[in-house]
């Protein structure tokens, strides 16, 4: 029997909402959401009492009509610890860092008879976490990783309601599932064929997870002294996240960070005898296309394969090629559509009135030191990423002593998301064991 009968979907963020409505308009199952209780949370929980449950998603463009609707959610609970009922799937879409708090909240009875686990954007090692936590419980689970979230989704007039709006929808998307070629991983891809987004099933849940283009370049592009200035509040005039020095951080340097933090993440990978990937394919194949005049296909092909000032310089050329959207319509003065016009978001004061760090860099944070960690595990030097994590918490340690009196959040705090690691590496320990057994 389908596992997508009786769906929960954890978090309240624009993508439970959207997923919510993908999952009722084209698998008509029951779907409840669920969240923690905060001052974010209160307005999306209190829109959806006052509306009965109705959610809805709205398009930017014509072509993303699929993922538009609007539905009556069959139950909402506030409190991941008040989830009642039997639920065939969870769906974690809460941010990759929170995994561990919201299973522990969780009750173990209804993890046991939980069927499936699906995790809409993960990290790298998030799978054999949560692996680890269910073992305990549920050893036969499937636990399923998407590469990341199928599209750019945000609050109708930025508001935290019962409304969203999606402004793009990913052509490919990667995923893994404990249970290689299951029931649930045929359903979730004749899903996605219906919403015209490419599906590829890989062997393993982790070859998923590194197939996610943030992982390869927010590091380099949010962890250097020049982004950080910015995000931190010490520089007055808007700068942006993809443009090139000064407008914004992307110099000669950040493409040599680039560069050696991909060849550290696939030493990583190569060591767990996993497929790596191309880098410079993987950001035009599957992410945003250049025009053929910018790079060439032999070029694209052969990236892995080039010496690293090469691979620089075809680098360099892509973030260039994109600094206008190639395949947009010129105005009447030759100008084509700003496509780096993404300004960096600063620290601000939440709703809850603590000092906050914006999602970039404070989930990156979080990824790049559990790469760091399973570096560490198998003992491959990862020095980028060393450097990375060193300005970073050297920033937020300089931000927390000027802001000593003020209320902040936990992420001014240096972290090691040790108990984590260990989840993670205790499921490398017995991935090996198991494998040198047969
Ligand atoms: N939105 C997009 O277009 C998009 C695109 C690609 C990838 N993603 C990824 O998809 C995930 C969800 O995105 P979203 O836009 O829906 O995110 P969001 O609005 O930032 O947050 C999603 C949920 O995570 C919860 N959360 C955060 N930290 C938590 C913690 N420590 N414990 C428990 N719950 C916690 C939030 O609760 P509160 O409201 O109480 O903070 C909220 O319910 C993120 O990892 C994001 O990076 C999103």
Known sequence: MSGFQRV??????PTSIQLAVTLKKQLNCDVGISGRESVRSEKVFKALESSNHLIQASVQNEQHQAMAGQCYVDKVFKGY??????????????????????????????LKQVKCVVLVSPTFGSNRLVKNYMRRMNPNVEIISFSTYFGDTRWIENQPR???????????IYLGSTHYSSENVDQLRQLYERLG??????????????????????????????????IFGELETKKYVYKIYPEGPITQNLIEEMLAHWKEIITIIEKMNIQSINLLKFMID???????????????ESFNHLPSIHQQYLLYIRY??????????????????????????????????YWDIPRMPKEDYYRVKIIQGIANYLKVDCPTIDRFIERYE?????????????????????????????????????????KSKS
Not at 8 to 13: H, S
Not at 97 to 103: I, K, N, T
Not at 220 to 230: E, G, K, T, Y
Not at 401 to 419: D, P
């Open 8 to 13: 929960l979907l954890l978090g309240t963020g």
């Open 81 to 110: 610890e008040t989830i009642q009922g039997d639920w065939d799937t969870l769906i974690f879409s809460v941010t990759t860092d929170a995994y561990m708090d919201v299973l522990k909240q969780i009750s173990d009875d209804l």
């Open 162 to 172: 019962n409304h969203v709006l999606t402004t793009g929808v990913k052509k490919k």
């Open 197 to 230: 987004i490419a599906l590829e099933i890989m062997k393993y849940p982790i070859e998923a997870e590194t197939r996610n283009i943030s992982l390869y370049v927010h590091p380099p592009l949010f962890m250097n002294d020049f982004s950080l200035r910015v």
């Open 286 to 300: 599957d992410n945003y296309p250049v025009r053929q005049e910018n790079l060439s296909r032999k070029d694209i």
């Open 320 to 353: 260039t090629s994109l600094l206008i959207d190639p395949f947009s319509e010129p105005d009447e003065q030759g100008k084509y559509f700003d496509f780096s016009a993404v300004p960096f978001r600063k620290v601000f004061v939440n709703k809850e009135g």
């Open 394 to 434: 050297r920033k937020i340690d300089q931000f927390a002593r000027s802001h000593s009196g003020e209320l902040r959040s936990h992420a001014f705090t240096a972290q090691n998301f040790e108990e984590d690691l260990q989840m993670i590496c205790d499921e490398f320990e017995k991935g090996y064991k198991e």
